[in-house]
Nanobody, 122 residues
């Protein structure tokens, strides 16, 4: 199983970015895909998760209403649309996959992609 995260960059406060996570080697229909982030000196935080076969979603309070997770099953890709970005959103963002039930706990996930840096700064 491989996950490839992309789309990070530098953006001003209030701006938007869309991250992509391309997934291969996984039965997409039975999986949950999540986005995590980790800022320097902080623990890895689960921020959004989607169940690929029914589009059920879970969000952390820190991003609810600003970020949207979506799945394109035909492309085996999960997206994270990030709007109204704040300086505290600066972190390395990771996507991860597991089978079946959704979760935002890092230890539940078996497969991880490399991170992509998001920096929110004026």
């Amino acid at each position: 199983v491989q996950l490839q995260a992309s789309g990070g960059g530098v953006v001003q406060p209030g701006g938007s970015l869309r991250l992509s996570c391309a997934v291969s080697g996984l039965t997409f229909g039975n999986s949950a895909i999540a986005w995590f982030r980790q800022a320097p000196g902080k623990e890895r935080e689960g921020i959004a998760c989607i169940v690929s076969d029914n589009d059920d979603t879970v969000y952390s309070d820190s991003v609810k209403g600003r970020f949207t997770i979506a799945s394109d099953n035909a492309k085996n890709t999960v997206y994270l649309q990030m709007n109204s970005l704040k300086s505290e959103d600066t972190a390395v963002y990771y996507c991860a996959a597991k089978y079946y039930t959704p979760s935002t706990r890092a230890y539940d996930y078996d497969y991880w992609g490399q991170g992509t840096q998001v920096t929110v700064s004026s």
